[in-house]
């Protein structure tokens, strides 16, 4: 039985306390109609919003302080809800507008595939709900949503899951992110660096997922359990139980698999104008996070659309590009050399387990490090070569190194951030850890000047 836990005890969820999602309601009440569907009461009896009320933002303004009597979402109702033909319709103009989608339809006729499990999306009024107002207040997510989707199932299809187990893929990669609405919109929206409070509460989001699914009636366990691990990775670094690939349902890592895509290709390669290709090197160096065939699959869909690549660097400017691709990978060489000796100097016998995570990211790295081959010697010794010129593969292999090592400083800049943080927060114990950690991130400081 899945046990469902939050790790932000100071804003644990309460499906009658009102809470983000009631803003959200009213932020879009006026474009889809929305409306009490009955008195709406306060866990105190007062009356505070009258049957057929609208849902507007001085209405919510009312309801939210107080903890009511029946859960919101089972008091209000939608006039314009998104129709299981209307989410076709979303997902085929997602396809008609992306160059990967489109490929891949081109050799494989995906539209078809798909098509048969918008019915069902029809039997979950909540999650009709739910995704129809994520349409309006928040059409990032709900964009990034049908990606989600579109990826899950063709993983699905491509590992020859059955029609019940395809189906689940789809209902979980669907609802994967619904607990987003629930969470604050000022932590969202932050521009500034989260906290660490931040950073536990938009974990809480696989938790109210995972609970509103549990709401809805004839949903299945398996889709629950997705919903509830899709931020879980095979070697123990996710959330929100830190959980291996024993303990992982295949529904859960492939959604996990397919929302790691998007928010990578979203996040940082799509305002660079790169494909989608770029992605699958970064998934292929953090391979021990994924179950090893989901990324092999995934690459396999990749290659058969016979997408074209686009090179970033181009002819005369080769030259220039690798002096600076050299000169990086030397000092993030060097970089990785001052955080792997200072984390592995301080031993793993100290039992502290604030400590214990920082050496589990190095681990990890390390193990990224040596898989992708990124700072062997072979590897800067063809990048200086002068027979690179007449490479036919050349720019293919130059950019993936350079999409490596973008991912590399990805994770030495977290890496530096949970040490400093680590070190401001006093929670170490002898006063050794601080002087190694503080003068490991002193002579990168160096580095950079």
């Known amino acids: 039985m899945l046990r469902l836990i939050t790790n932000n005890k100071s804003h644990a969820y309460d499906p009658l306390i009102p809470d983000a999602y009631l803003l959200r309601l009213a932020s879009v009440s006026q474009q889809c109609g929305i409306f009490s569907e009955d008195d709406i009461y306060s866990a105190q009896n007062v009356l505070l919003a009258p049957k057929n009320s609208l849902i507007t933002p001085e209405l919510a303004a009312v309801i939210l302080p107080h ?10 109702y939608l006039e314009a809800e998104i129709t299981a033909t209307q989410l076709e319709q979303n997902f085929i103009s997602i396809l008609q507008q992306d160059e990967l989608l489109i490929a891949v339809n081109e050799h494989q006729d995906i539209v078809s595939i798909i098509k048969p499990y918008f019915i069902h999306y029809e ?3 909540l999650l009709k709900q739910k995704l129809t107002v994520m349409a309006f207040a928040m059409p990032e997510l709900f964009a990034r949503t049908i990606y989600c989707t579109w990826f899950s199932l063709l993983i699905a299809k491509e590992m020859r899951f059955s029609e019940l187990g395809c189906l689940e893929v789809f209902l979980a990669a669907l609802s994967h992110d619904i607990g987003m609405l629930h969470l604050d919109i000022f932590v969202l929206d932050k521009k500034s660096s989260l906290s660490p409070e931040d950073w536990r509460h938009i974990q809480e989001h696989v938790y109210i997922g995972a609970s509103l699914l549990r709401q809805m009636p004839n ?5 629950i359990e997705a919903v509830y691990e899709h931020h879980e990775r095979c070697d123990g670094t996710g959330y929100p139980t ?3 690939e024993s303990e992982l349902s295949y529904a859960g890592k492939i959604v996990g698999l397919a929302d790691s895509i998007i928010a990578i290709y979203h996040n940082r390669f799509k ?11 970064v998934i292929q160096m953090n391979a021990p996070a994924y179950f090893f065939r989901h990324d092999e699959i995934l690459a396999v869909i990749w290659r058969r659309s016979e997408m074209p690549f686009k090179n970033v660097v181009q002819g005369d400017r080769l030259p220039e590009f690798l ?3 050299v000169r990086e990978r030397e000092y993030l060489n060097a970089w990785f050399e001052i955080l792997k000796e200072s984390l592995v100097s ?9 400590l214990h995570a920082l050496q589990n990211v190095m681990l990890h790295l390390s193990s990224s490090v040596k898989g992708s081959g990124i700072f062997d ?24 190194a350079h999409v490596q090592q973008q991912e590399i400083i990805f994770h030495l800049q977290r890496l530096n951030r949970m040490m400093q943080l680590y070190i401001d927060s006093d929670d170490f114990k002898p006063m050794k850890i601080k002087e190694v950690l503080a003068n490991a991130l002193e002579r990168i400081d160096k580095l950079s000047r």
């Open 67 to 76: 903890p009511l009597q029946k859960q919101l979402e089972q008091s209000i």
């Open 123 to 125: 039997k979950f009024p």
């Open 219 to 223: 949903m299945p366990h398996t889709v």
């Open 242 to 244: 830190e959980s291996v």
């Open 271 to 281: 305002n660079q104008q790169r494909s989608w290709r770029d992605v699958i090197p």
């Open 323 to 325: 002096t600076e691709l």
């Open 346 to 354: 301080l031993g793993f016998t100290h039992g502290d387990r604030h």
């Open 377 to 400: 010697a072979d590897e800067s010794d063809w990048l200086q070569s002068s027979d690179l010129q007449r490479d036919k593969d050349a720019y293919r292999k130059i950019e993936k």
